[in-house]
């Protein structure tokens, strides 16, 4: 198979006149789904349940955008037990031919990428780039990983003595169980499922209960390509429900997820418990989150960079990224003049409906607004102050207002906790040593920014700053697939660096084959 080198996926530029006609089509053209009902798939056969689960709209959550079913305790482990049956067929399949599968998907939603795109502005709330970064990162996935299993099944080198052939191969390790997240609902989702399968593995897959709706959109992509049926076992429903039964059964052999340290625990320790028929130690592969910092030290390259970089961190997404910058912590030297800064910037930020391209979309859901607020109003109680933002808005959506919070200190609640939200803590430090301590106080580790045109303060960083993945001189989200792979430390997971050269190896083992020359 000759291929070109790995190249992301372009963004679209929505300054031109002609793709933003394109996505107004496509955000018209996918309100055709939202009426319909769609299945749990298993081994290709679509089943209904009694109970439904309703899929709405964060910008407008009086808007249904799809019906879906509510998974059983016995569906679960039919799905289990469906791919275990057909992953003695699939682990045989070339890794060529499964490459094939995914080149193939890729193409498709390169084709549709608006689609998709659009589906998410409803789904999850994202405006337009935020669904088109999404869309394109889930191109890159399929496109990186399928070349990564071709270099993983290629010979690999092992060293050579007298008297034996010798070789050393990667094999597959059985079913695996997919729970991604609702952030990145098609990004995530698609490169966890789809390095799982092109490595030989069957999957079933749960996805969050707030974006089943971008998740129906690959399984039908993945039936258009004629996947083989079993390969991939779609089952939505409530996690409480049926996750613990996916986790626990025998015959998963690996579970990757994605989502809150709480649940990534959780699952950690029932897979960690030896099940009767079990005859493997379930192997985990956790994405958990963090309590990510931007140091800003008083020698800057650009002060208008290290606040603008900030801003773009804090606040994308409505800052509902494991990566979004939920501390910034700043030199007292430059603190008044930077949170003065910080709050002209953030007056520039419209909050509206999704679908009309505002620069902040909905939070996800009632809930996690209500957690939100529950946490600013903590901040206040603990000294902090609110210098922009703090409030909901008054529309039906699940609106809250960018947050800026001054005068936190290092170990208050919102410096310390995962808030998931368009909240953002100023901590003041005396020097950089001082910032440095700061940083590192946190359970979490997976990324962090420091601003600064010291090389000595960088070097540092580099030795010191404890993340999986550390920025100089940018802001700390927007990891790209091959380019920064991407996972953390501590309490942040298992530092599964998704997008990157050893990820496919998380879903493999190794077998060495050794025969007597004759």
């Not at 659009?118 to 394109?136: F, L």
């Not at 593995?201 to 959109?217: E, F, G, R, Y």
């Not at 399984?219 to 076992?233: F, H, Q, R, T």
């Amino acid at each position: 198979m000759s291929l070109s080198k790995f190249k992301n996926e372009p963004f679209t530029d929505f300054s031109e006149k002609k793709n933003r006609k394109e996505f107004q089509k496509a955000l018209e053209k996918v309100t055709a789904r939202f009426k319909k009902e769609f299945p749990i798939v298993i081994g290709g056969e679509k089943i209904f349940c009694d109970e439904k689960l309703v899929d709405t709209n964060p910008s407008n959550p009086d808007e249904v955008i799809g019906t879906f079913q509510k998974g059983t305790t016995d569906l679960a482990i039919k799905a289990v037990v469906t791919a275990n049956e057909t992953f003695k067929k699939w682990k045989f399949t070339s890794p060529k031919k499964r490459a094939e599968y995914l080149f193939q998907a890729a193409k498709i939603m390169r084709k549709r990428k608006h689609e998709f795109s659009a589906m998410m502005v409803y789904d999850v709330g994202k405006n337009w780039a935020e669904a088109d970064g999404d869309t394109a990162e889930a191109i890159d996935f399929m496109e990186y990983y399928a070349r990564e299993i071709l270099r993983y099944s290629d010979k690999q080198p092992i060293v050579k003595i007298k008297g034996e052939d010798n070789k050393f191969e990667y094999i597959p390790l059985g079913v695996g169980v997919v729970i991604p997240p609702w952030n990145f609902p098609l990004a995530i989702l698609v490169g966890m499922t789809t390095a799982a399968i092109v490595s030989g593995n069957t999957v079933v897959l749960k996805p969050s209960s707030d974006s089943p709706a971008i998740a129906q959109m690959f399984i039908e992509l993945l039936e258009e390509i004629k996947l083989p049926a079993g390969v991939v076992n779609f089952i939505t429903g409530s996690g409480g429900a049926i996750g613990d039964v996916l986790v626990q059964h025998h015959l998963t052999r690996f579970i990757s997820f994605t989502g809150s340290m709480e649940i990534g625990l959780r699952i950690n320790e029932l897979a960690a418990k030896a099940q009767p028929g079990q005859i493997w130690i379930k192997r985990v592969v956790a994405e958990m989150g963090g309590k990510d910092s931007i140091i800003v030290d008083k020698e800057l390259i650009s002060f208008d960079e290290a606040v603008t970089g900030t801003v773009q961190a804090a606040f994308g997404f409505q800052g509902q990224k494991c990566s979004a910058c939920s501390r910034v912590i700043v030199d007292e030297s430059l603190y008044d003049k930077f949170c003065d800064a910080l709050v002209e910037k953030t007056r520039f930020i419209k909050v509206g409906n999704a679908a009309n391209n505002p620069n902040m979309g909905p939070v996800i859901n009632q809930r996690s607004k209500n957690k939100i607020l529950d946490y600013i109003n903590k901040a206040v109680e603990e000294g902090g102050q609110i210098i922009y933002g703090g409030k909901e808005l008054p529309e039906n959506g699940y609106f809250i207002e960018p947050t800026i919070i001054k005068d936190v200190k290092p170990y208050d609640t919102i410096a310390q906790e995962e808030i998931f939200g368009p909240v953002l803590a100023v901590i003041k430090s005396k020097n950089f040593d001082e910032s440095m301590d700061i940083a590192n106080n946190t359970m979490f580790g997976l990324t962090g920014a420091v601003y600064t045109k010291n090389k000595k303060k960088l070097e540092r960083a580099e030795n010191e700053f404890h993340v999986g993945n550390l920025y100089l001189n940018r802001k700390c989200t927007g990891a790209l697939v091959g380019v920064h792979p991407f996972g953390g430390f501590n309490m942040s997971g298992t530092d599964s660096k998704a997008g990157g050269r050893d990820y496919l190896g998380l879903f493999l083992q190794g077998k060495t084959i050794s025969e007597k020359s004759k």
